[in-house]
């Protein structure tokens, strides 16, 4: 992996980790997811008169993306208004290796390294000790909802993995995504929450607009990022999110976060990190 794809995975990190504060920072969580994937239609506009178009096979896992990110995006809010972006974060971000796993043994036939396996366990003890503390506190809401959350981060995963190799241009297809996606969250809006729509006018301009542009691109460089390096290396790097999004709860959200939870949340980041290596 050159210096230039390393940095760019760095920064993926980091924004992605950012646009997750932004609504956990948020007093209204609602309403900056929502203000957040309505800014990524002009910049995925762009990505599409820039991209060829993806080719038509592919078109099926798009319209399915653009729902499994949907419910990722409700999941997101719904958890980040019950627990801490220490708590939700790393649970949601180490769930999805877990479950793909189980998947991969139960459905799919595929036979795992011992390093991969070892992977796992270090993960689920993780998550273990993170569900544990929400039991103990008495938030177990949160727990599950970061649960949801993994659910289809999983799903969103092998989905656009899938769907983009098969279009032939990644930023193609993820620019198209992105306007699928906004397009029902706002139908979303429209139907259940139509006083979200009015309220846009009160988020600041500058804080939409970086909010949006960090989560479309914090994805974008994944995408062509994995088409440049070692998928592997591209996923274990891009998992030091968990350890940027600790950063930001501890002194920028300023989140008590104890020593129960920073072990649980260690044990999470080494087994995905872990995981992505092991492949």
Not at 233 to 243: F, G, M, N, T, W
Request: hydrophobic fraction near 55%.
């Amino acid at each position: 992996m050159s210096p230039a794809i390393f940095f760019a995975v760095l920064c993926s990190a980091l924004l992605h980790a950012g646009w997750n504060s932004f609504i956990k920072g948020s007093a209204r969580k609602d309403l900056a997811t929502f203000s957040i994937m309505m800014a990524h239609i002009p910049i995925a506009v762009i990505g599409v008169l820039l991209s060829p178009a993806p080719d038509m096979a592919s078109l099926g896992y798009l319209a399915f993306g653009g729902f499994l990110h949907l419910g990722y995006q409700l999941f997101l809010m719904r958890s980040y208004m019950h627990g801490d972006l220490s708590q939700i974060y790393p649970l949601a971000r180490g769930l999805s290796p877990v479950l793909i796993t189980i998947i991969s043994l139960v459905f799919l036939d595929v036979s795992l390294s011992g390093i991969e396996l070892a992977a796992i366990a270090i993960i689920a003890t993780g998550i273990a000790m993170q569900a544990q503390s929400a039991w103990k506190s008495q938030n177990i809401h949160s727990f599950l909802l970061a649960f949801g959350t993994g659910c289809f981060i999983m799903g969103y995963s092998l989905v656009d993995g899938t769907g983009a190799r098969i279009s032939g241009s990644a930023l193609g297809f993820y620019s198209w995504l992105s306007i699928l996606n906004a397009t029902l969250m706002l139908a979303y809006v429209a139907l259940f929450q139509p006083g979200l729509i009015g309220a846009l006018r009160t988020v600041s301009p500058v804080h939409t607009l970086i909010g949006g542009t960090g989560s479309f691109c914090a994805y974008a460089i994944v995408i062509w990022a994995c088409t440049q390096a070692p998928i592997a290396l591209v996923s274990a790097l891009r998992e030091s999110s968990i350890l940027f999004a600790i950063v930001i709860a501890r002194f920028v959200l300023k989140e008590e976060i104890t020593r129960h939870r920073m072990l649980a949340v260690s044990l999470i980041a080494s087994g995905v990190v872990l995981s992505r290596l092991g492949h």
